[in-house]
């Protein structure tokens, strides 16, 4: 019986996918040797603005024991490079390669559904104003037709102001009615979220799911420890964004929690030096979403038993870097 996932999971393998890969309509044509040849890398392209909507979504079916795979892939600068083939990755799945890869390529066109995830705790009243105005500019530069965003803040309790809307006006006041005061709960606010906002989900589409946490990432008030939060993103198949609201010179244990919520669901995270720094961050993170991979894959010895697998992602060049998440929990086996 066919259901529909949507995407995600991440970093390092040993194993050529062209050795298990099914035919992909939509990539290249394969070389003949497994090696990675010697690619020009193309400059970072996000897609522009229009061309997301006037590209047709293609609805993509997926079995229970596939994997929907997006990632994002960097050179030691940070560009996004873009034009890559399956052959150029290296894959295992719980330290095994995939039993067969069945779809790769570019994905620019995937519906995204977004949340945005401000910290409204009291310790960042004095650059609250400037973080909205990013936020309104990100989703302004980055919702297309079949996108959906929603809004909410975060101090001991979660404040949804608006749910999943593609109209811009709408989420623009739900980011204005956001006010700052309180202490912080972040591990209950991203674990609460994930659990209602991504889990819950339901769509006729692949999608890409993306929180962008907006936080000096303190928690002084929550009942959730950090890695129950991980892991509700990690099964909600989520991807976290994380911006530090910290512009202080020296870096603190925040930081360090927002760098491991980010690297575990195959985000990043940012750290501003100066408070105008934010907002390009947030368009960086617009450029990601824009120029990410998909792969589509089915895993070597697959058991429904609702376990964590890892997952391992490379390329062979070692010039790039493959930002992917550390892995995903199968589906639970049917109740008796």
Same mark, same amino acid.
């Given at each position: ?15 050529? @996918?062209?050795q298990t890969a ?55 600068? /940070? ?22 890869? @069945? ?5 620019? $066109? @995937?519906?995204? &559904? ?10 960042? &009243? ?47 006041? #739900? ?5 700052? #005061?309180? /202490? ?26 993306v929180l962008v946490?907006?936080?000096? #990432?303190?928690?002084? !008030? ?8 991980? +892991? ?20 603190? +244990? ?19 030096? +100066? ?17 990410? !991979? ?9 058991? $429904? ?13 070692? &010039?790039?870097?493959?930002?992917? +998440? ?11």
């Open positions: 019986m066919l259901t529909r996932l949507p995407a995600l999971l991440l970093a390092a393998g040993t194993l050529c @996918l062209a099914a035919p992909a309509p939509a990539a290249p044509a394969a070389q003949t040797s497994p090696a990675l040849q010697s690619h020009p890398a193309p400059a970072p392209a996000a897609q522009p603005a229009t061309s997301a909507q006037d590209e047709p979504i293609q609805t993509l079916f997926i079995e229970s024991n596939e994997v929907n795979l997006v990632f994002a892939v960097t050179d030691k600068n /940070g560009r996004f490079i873009t034009g890559l083939r399956r052959e150029d990755f290296a894959l295992l799945d719980n330290h095994r390669p995939p039993e067969a890869v @069945l779809r790769f390529g570019q994905q620019t $066109n @995937l519906p995204l &559904r977004v949340g945005i995830m401000l910290d409204t705790s009291s310790s960042i &009243r004095q650059r609250f104003k400037f973080e909205q105005d990013s936020a309104m500019d990100f989703l302004y530069q980055t919702l297309h037709r079949d996108d959906r965003a929603f809004i909410e803040g975060f101090d001991v309790q979660i404040d949804l102001e608006q749910n999943y809307s593609n109209n811009i006006d709408m989420l623009n006041q #739900g980011i204005s009615r956001l006010r700052p #005061g309180g /202490g912080t709960a972040l591990y209950d606010a991203l674990y609460k979220t994930c659990r209602d906002q991504m889990l819950t989900l339901r769509h006729d589409e692949a999608v890409r799911k946490l907006v936080s000096d #990432g303190d928690d002084n !008030y929550s009942r959730a420890l950090e890695s129950d939060a991980i +892991k509700e993103c990690q099964r909600a198949e989520t991807i976290v964004y994380a911006i530090s609201t910290n512009i202080s010179p020296s870096k603190d +244990k925040g930081d360090d929690v927002l760098k491991a919520i980010a690297q575990a669901t195959g985000g990043a995270a940012f750290y501003p030096v +100066k408070l105008e720094d934010i907002a390009g961050y947030f368009k960086d993170i617009q450029e990601e979403l824009r120029s990410q !991979y998909m792969l589509v894959y089915r895993p070597a010895d697959f058991k $429904n038993d609702g376990s964590f697998r890892t997952i391992q992602l490379s390329a062979f060049n070692s &010039r790039y870097h493959v930002r992917s +998440k550390t892995g995903y929990f199968a589906p639970s086996p049917p109740a008796k």
